[in-house]
């Protein structure tokens, strides 16, 4: 996507053939800053720090970190070492252990000499198929966006709520949730997005209506409390958020919050579609109790960061001193509460049947 | 209340006999300031900009607005005025309109000279009467935490989630929400509150945790995104809020973001209370779709205010420039998810029948 007028993706190889370019999501929306990342250590810490977010994202960002560690060692310890550092970094998105995963078992088994060389082809093959992986998410999105259209005798703008940021910065490039938005103002439909403002991190009201206002697409920021309010009143047609870990039976981890819009959205009848690229999907659970949800710091919740008249950022404390503060930073839908699943193969029914109709060779996974 | 060893209420007649002192609700939880009230305009001000809010609380600072107003002109045009302007300071909560419309009727029938004392210790009685009628609520509320504490197996503590500020700043004193809340602490019962932020003016962190902070109830602050991930975990036992109107069968307008929390407290089979004092009720509508929502200024969204490092309150822009913000102050919680309604009579059930049995002289009252 563009950023003034140049083509960006959220990550990328410099030119140098060795470090890897990031934008720093910390500082959006008020200042837009690149990183180049030399080593495994500046990885871990901008996943970490969430300098870089986002399932799909951080799985192509933990292939290159685990390119940048072989770089400078490619010996099989250090591939181990690189991995667990990796792993350790962020519990609930799946993607992240998918790739180091698959970086880890293709390294392991071939010659040291070529380790490193391979870890950037493989981190690029990633970065690819994501780009093209949410393409395809934006396709299949785009009839149920259309279908809205319709049901709105062709009166638009058809209203799409959201959660978080399940944008392009949230992948390699387009998005998941945003990707069948952006198609669908390519194809000239009329949409108009809610933007939760998605506290504690404020994703949607620091990134997503970042990303719509430089890609002119109509949208309302929110309070995260008012989406309810809104599909009460018919003014919300569809939901479409991300996911940082689908169970096999289509239960959906995602951020902090995602669970209320659907339950308001059953309440309303309003379709309330998860999209995924389907390394989110571990085939490995079937209990959404079973996804580790992580627990952050409680100064996300007690502070806030934004800027000053004078065009400083600053850091202010909301939460009176004394008051504990719990930061729990995702939460699960169950899959009764989810319309459809988007993925890269089309629409599943969010069940074991619907994803091993379009997901057939996963048929003989474990259960 | 005590606030540092001193016992405060919301709303106050200073010792001149004239002016009304308010603790200005603004400055919270960084600092506490208290103002003294000389005029309508003063008043109407306050109740707008919510240095005074909570709708208990705003129908008795209504009602001494109306006796500033008459405290320098007592003629029928200025009651006339005063009614008018105070009316039209905030629409959701209906506490306001009873009060004003309790003085304007009484003080009309009255001689002029006689208006301006009769609408102070008009105002006074409304006062005592919220004092008494939140102690009652208290009471009242208390056996539904007696009960979750021996559902429990009497292991505590009772895990209240709360949203918006319902405690002693939204009412003269006590509160109603957090009444049964400092009854338990009274009766020795341990409980500990979740705490709603409650954004976008994050009446949550900024007051009801100020609130319990002084009060010594243990609690803990969490973005309102958490509430539904708590209950599916098994760690809320009980929801305490309260309402700016109920309608005639039991629906509930209260801050934004209420009626999610309904909605998932429904989902996990958790009881969900609104507490209120039989003011709150507007018997005149069935239809929660008849009551009118503020919409607020959008910088409540787009801007925050909050203490910096060197301990100063600057407000900081959350939200990027070009953004579009929607601020809908308050949603319709549907009878069918409130599992009662805590008054001053005891708990009713949230219908036309419940509400009946405990106020039979409504019976009479237009449907």
Redesign the interface.
Known sequence: MKVGGVAYRSIWLEPDGRSVGIIDQTAL??GFVTLPLTDLAGMCHAIRTMQLRGAPLIGAAAAYGMALALASDASAANLERAASALLATRPTAVNLRWAVEALRRELAAIPEARRGAAAYARAEQIAEEDVATNRAIGRHGLPLIRAAFARKSNQGPVNILTHCNAGWLATVDWGTALAPVFAAQEAGLPVHV??D????R?QG??LT??E??AAGVP????????????M?KGEVDLCFVGTDRTTARGDVAN???T???A??AK?NGIPFYVCLPSPTIDWTIESPDSIP?EERAGTE?????????DGAV???????E???????A???TPARLVTGLVTERGVAEASREGLLALFPERSGAAA
Chains 1, 2 share one sequence.
């Open positions: 929306p008020h809610w933007v403002e998605t506290r504690p404020n009201a620091f209506a970042w719509l206002n949208h309302t920021v929110i309070a995260d409390n008012a989406g309810g309010h809104l009460r951020k902090i919050g669970y209320l819009k339950l308001a309440d949800i919740v007690s502070h806030i960061a934004g800027l000053t008249a600053v850091s202010v404390r909301l939460v009176p004394g008051s504990p503060v719990a930061n729990p995702f939460d699960v």
